[in-house]
């Protein structure tokens, strides 16, 4: 059923202005979450990365 937006009362158009703002709200947090879980990987790789040069510094010799 198709209905106009004109013919509904200021209830529904309201409703229809919430369902509208969640949508964009929805994409705005999914965008956020994709940042989120880009930049926690960054991190993890720089610990790893971190760790490793550590781990091979000390398992050179010393000069002394």
Do not use: C
Request: proline share 2%; charged share 30%; net charge negative.
């Amino acid at each position: 059923t198709e209905h106009v937006y004109e013919d509904m009362s200021d209830k529904q158009k309201v409703i229809i202005e919430h369902i509208t703002d969640l949508g964009h709200k929805s994409r705005k947090a999914q965008l956020e979450l994709d940042q989120i879980s880009v930049a926690k990987t960054g991190f993890v790789n720089m610990l790893k990365e971190s760790l490793a040069e550590a781990e091979a510094e000390a398992t050179q010799p010393t000069d002394s």
